[in-house]
């Protein structure tokens, strides 16, 4: 998968109120690419714009403090096989004053989901999660939601397999990022397949599947048709 | 069949909507609801994996009228203790409770419950459960009074082990209908939108078990439109047509280039020229034992002598 989803995802959501749970990398990574993207999210997160829950440093806090926080929303690293429920309180108050506020609609971006299998909940509770996720901030407050989830396909991981296929059903865009399957190339990095399922809602029509492949700069990436890269033509 | 199906001709039961990632089985799901809205069936939709307001998009007002949504997506666990449907504790008492409580006591009017969608229940709760549910769902249903005509559900295949619409089909004698995408670019005739085939599996109450397979479309409104004949597309599915549509090109020549049934049959019968064949093998074998002889008639002029031409020679 991209190395660095969310903080393209972020650009795009101008206006709105942004729930980032960021459980893979620091805060200072994100606002570093972002800001190659043009994208402060040091000043978004001042003004009530972005919350971000900082999953690297939030979580040790968790488990090193003494004090029964059943509020924290790292509460499920405590204890096994416990839902997600504390997670998403998190993300359902951060979002839910969006309609008193002037933002536009809430967007939930999540990096990454694979990394709470690895862990230790289960896949029906990152589901369970997520389906709540979904019930709350696309049903009822009409947001949208970005996800970053790692395809094992080729590692036979079930439970991740599992966990793709079934958001693969719920999702209405799927954005699938892979490399060349011929190896290294220093014009092209990798290859963008893109999957808008059952694009209409009114009669049966199938997936539209168009791929891409893409080369990432400094600022910006550039997508382009197969076969068509700067190098070739 | 499909068609009759959709239009309740067939006996009453559980119907099973089995698709997939690559074929969704949902806009096949509605017609089935558009049918039975249609009827004048009340039409109660249980709903687990989206919202009401998801599931009546493309709907038509005078379907919507009949139908009697029950909320299983809003809070399924009851984590914001809403009171809604719980999905774990989801049994056939309380989805007869659910379908008797909108029908106001003992009611002859056919209903139509739909399940959407199995595959969120089975997360919850083993197949053995779920089956034995949807079984006590039905007595109860028949105890109280109630004619649930038809019990609908869509289950994704690609979440389970593939033996789950087996396992339904067998114990609660359901019609398991399978839609997976038709070849590329194959229209069925008065559509203008890709198809998608259906392979249909029904076991009936005497034991016979029917298997059809037909192709279907859904247009606007969620009309169903099914054939059973095959489709002919761009790349033309059939095939029969692909062979006679290229030119002949011994046609229209001033000699002739074809053959006869005769001539056909003798240039079969001439041996290869460098053909090892069991006659040259034969002979090879047996060209060792001495049978070749050289046979010399000398003229008149030759000159034959007997002596030996070196015995003169001194080494």
Not at chain 1, 155 to 184: A, R
Request: with cysteine; net charge negative.
């Amino acid at each position: 998968m991209t190395e660095q989803p969310c903080p393209t995802a972020v650009t795009s959501t101008r206006g709105c109120k942004v729930c980032f749970l960021g459980l893979v990398q620091s805060f200072n990574h994100y606002s570093l690419v972002a800001q190659k993207l043009g994208v402060q999210l040091s000043a978004a997160r001042e003004k009530g714009q972005l919350v971000f829950l900082e999953g690297l440093r939030s979580s040790l806090d968790s488990l090193l403090t003494e004090q029964q926080d059943s509020r924290s929303p790292f509460e499920f690293l405590s204890s096994p096989d416990t839902s997600l429920n504390c997670l998403y309180e998190f993300v359902r108050v951060s979002l839910s004053e969006t309609s008193e506020s002037t933002w536009k609609f809430p967007v939930l971006i999540i990096d990454d989901l694979s990394v709470l299998l690895s862990l230790g909940v289960s896949a029906v509770n990152i589901l369970n999660f997520m389906h709540y996720c979904r019930a709350t901030i696309c049903s009822k407050f009409m947001g949208n939601i970005v996800m970053l989830v790692h395809n094992t396909e080729d590692l036979e991981d079930e439970e991740n397999n599992f966990v793709v296929k079934s958001l693969s059903h719920q999702c209405h865009l799927i954005l699938q990022v892979e490399g060349l399957t011929t190896g290294y190339c220093k014009d092209i990095h990798g290859q963008l397949t893109m999957t808008c399922r059952s694009p209409s809602p009114v009669k049966s029509e199938r997936n539209i599947t168009k791929i891409f492949q893409y080369k990432v700069q400094d600022k910006n990436v550039n997508f382009f048709a197969r076969g068509t890269s700067s190098s070739v033509l | 069949m499909l068609e009759s199906l959709s239009r309740g001709l067939e006996p009453p039961g559980l119907i099973l909507i089995a698709d997939s990632f690559e074929c969704e089985g949902r806009s096949l799901l509605k017609s089935f609801v558009t049918s039975a809205a249609l009827r004048g069936e009340c039409v109660h939709v249980f709903t687990f994996e989206l919202s009401d307001v998801e599931f009546s998009i493309g709907l038509d007002d005078g379907v919507r009228t009949r139908l009697q949504f029950h909320d299983g997506f809003s809070d399924p666990l009851d984590w914001e203790q809403m009171g809604m449907l719980p999905i774990r504790n989801l049994s056939g008492q309380e989805l007869v409770g659910c379908v008797g409580g909108v029908e106001a006591g003992p009611s002859q009017q056919p209903c139509t419950v739909v399940l959407d969608s199995l595959s969120s229940l089975l997360q919850h709760k083993p197949i053995s459960q779920l089956a034995r549910d949807l079984q006590d769902f039905q007595q109860r249903a028949a105890t109280a009074g109630l004619t649930v005509r038809r019990l609908l559900a869509l289950l994704h295949t690609d979440l389970h082990p593939p033996e789950v619409p087996q396992v339904l089909g067998v114990q609660l004698g359901t019609t398991v209908i399978t839609v997976t995408p038709s070849p590329e670019g194959s229209r069925l005739p008065g559509s203008s939108l890709p198809s998608n085939m259906a392979s249909i599996v029904q076991r009936r109450k005497s034991g016979k078990v029917v298997r059809q397979e037909e192709y279907f479309t859904i247009e606007i409104g969620f009309r169903l439109i099914s054939s059973v004949e095959p489709l002919l597309g761009k790349q033309g599915v059939a095939g029969s047509d692909s062979v006679s549509v290229q030119p002949d090109p011994a046609a229209h020549l001033p000699f002739n280039l074809r053959l006869t049934e005769q001539e056909r049959e003798a240039r079969e019968q001439v041996p290869l020229p460098y053909h090892f064949s069991t006659e040259k093998k034969m002979l090879l074998l047996h060209g060792g034992s001495g049978d070749a002889r050289i046979y010399y008639q000398p003229d008149e002029s030759d000159d034959v002598d007997e002596e030996d031409p070196d015995d003169d020679l001194d080494f």
